[in-house]
């Protein structure tokens, strides 16, 4: 019979493998920069999980708080920086 350990010990990092694949999948599809942004914190808290479920917990705490809070928030930052402003049509115009 199937030992129910081996089974979760195996389908929990194939389940935050395709999670974070996924999740990167995802972001890279974004039109909006600033979209891709926030759904790049999701692949990388996957990829935080990832290494907390190998037993690497302070490669999974550095990730965290580097792939999942930091590079998001420096990337919206910047996007928002970035932008351009909204060209608005000029309604007295040329008379």
């Given at each position: 019979?199937?030992?129910?350990?081996?089974?979760?010990?195996?389908?929990?990092?194939?389940?935050?493998?395709?999670?974070?694949?996924?999740?990167?999948?995802v972001?890279?599809?974004?039109?909006?920069?600033?979209?891709?942004?926030?759904?790049?914190?999701?692949?990388?808290f996957?990829?935080?999980?990832?290494?907390?479920?190998?037993?690497?917990?302070?490669?999974?705490?550095?990730?965290?708080?580097?792939?999942?809070?930091?590079?998001?928030?420096?990337?919206?930052?910047?996007?928002?920086?970035?932008?351009?402003?909204?060209?608005?049509?000029?309604?007295?115009?040329?008379?």
């Amino acid at each position: 019979m199937i030992d129910v350990n081996i089974l979760v010990q195996n389908a929990v990092p194939l389940a935050l493998y395709v999670f974070a694949i996924l999740g990167a999948i995802v972001a890279l599809m974004q039109k909006d920069l600033l979209k891709m942004a926030v759904l790049t914190s999701v692949s990388g808290f996957a990829v935080a999980a990832i290494f907390q479920v190998l037993l690497a917990p302070d490669v999974a705490l550095t990730q965290a708080v580097v792939g999942a809070a930091i590079v998001p928030t420096l990337v919206g930052l910047s996007v928002l920086k970035t932008r351009e402003p909204p060209v608005t049509e000029d309604v007295e115009g040329d008379s």
